[in-house]
C-alpha cells in the first residue's frame, strides 16, 4: 500500500473510496523528467485513446507491464502512453531507456508533489487507467495486464 505522508511516526494511507477513478480524462499538472511543468494541455492528440500507467521504476511488475508494451508496440499505434512515477528523475529515466525504447509514443512524467490519486483515482504501482479518443474511462487495472485486454476497449 502506498503513503502519502509521515506525520508523527505514523503513516497515513490513501483511501481508494476518497479517490475514485476520473470517469473523463482529468486536468493535470506533473512534471517532465527535466522539471518543467507538463499539463493535459501539453498532451498531444491520442486518435485511439490513452493509457495512463502509474509505475514505481524498481517494481517488477511494472517492468513486465513495459515487456508487455514493448512486444506490442505495433498494435499500440496511435494510443498514447503516459507513465507517471513518484521516483526520481534520475530512476525514472533510467526505466525509460531501459523499458520503454520502443515506444516512440510514451510520455513519462514524475509526480513529484504526490497528487496522481487526486487527478486519476487510488493508485498503487501498476494502476493502468485506459480512455478512449473521447476522454471517457474504460477501465482500471491494478495489476499486470495483457495489451490485448487493454484494446477490447479501444
Known amino acids: 500500500?502506498?503513503?502519502?505522508?509521515?506525520?508523527?511516526?505514523?503513516?497515513?494511507?490513501?483511501?481508494?473510496?476518497?479517490?475514485?477513478?476520473?470517469?473523463?480524462?482529468?486536468?493535470?499538472?506533473?512534471?517532465?523528467?527535466?522539471?518543467?511543468?507538463?499539463?493535459?494541455?501539453?498532451?498531444?492528440?491520442?486518435?485511439?485513446?490513452?493509457?495512463?500507467?502509474?509505475?514505481?521504476?524498481?517494481?517488477?511488475?511494472?517492468?513486465?507491464q513495459a515487456t508487455f508494451f514493448q512486444e506490442s508496440a505495433t498494435q499500440l499505434k496511435g494510443i498514447q502512453l503516459i507513465w507517471v512515477s513518484t521516483e526520481t528523475s534520475e530512476a525514472i529515466q533510467k526505466f525509460k531507456d531501459t523499458y520503454l525504447k520502443a515506444l516512440p509514443q510514451a510520455i513519462v512524467l514524475r509526480d513529484r508533489d504526490f497528487k496522481f490519486d487526486g487527478f486519476f483515482g487510488y493508485s498503487v504501482a501498476p494502476t493502468l487507467y485506459v480512455y478512449d479518443s473521447l476522454g471517457k474511462l474504460k477501465g482500471v487495472y491494478r495489476e499486470e495486464v495483457p495489451v490485448s485486454t487493454l484494446l477490447r476497449g479501444l
Open 1 to 64: 500500500m502506498r503513503y502519502l505522508a509521515l506525520l508523527s511516526g505514523l503513516y497515513l494511507f490513501a483511501q481508494p473510496e476518497k479517490y475514485p477513478p476520473a470517469q473523463q480524462f482529468p486536468r493535470f499538472l506533473f512534471y517532465t523528467l527535466d522539471g518543467k511543468p507538463f499539463t493535459d494541455k501539453d498532451l498531444p492528440p491520442a486518435p485511439r485513446g490513452r493509457i495512463v500507467i502509474f509505475f514505481d521504476p524498481y517494481c517488477d511488475h511494472c517492468q513486465k
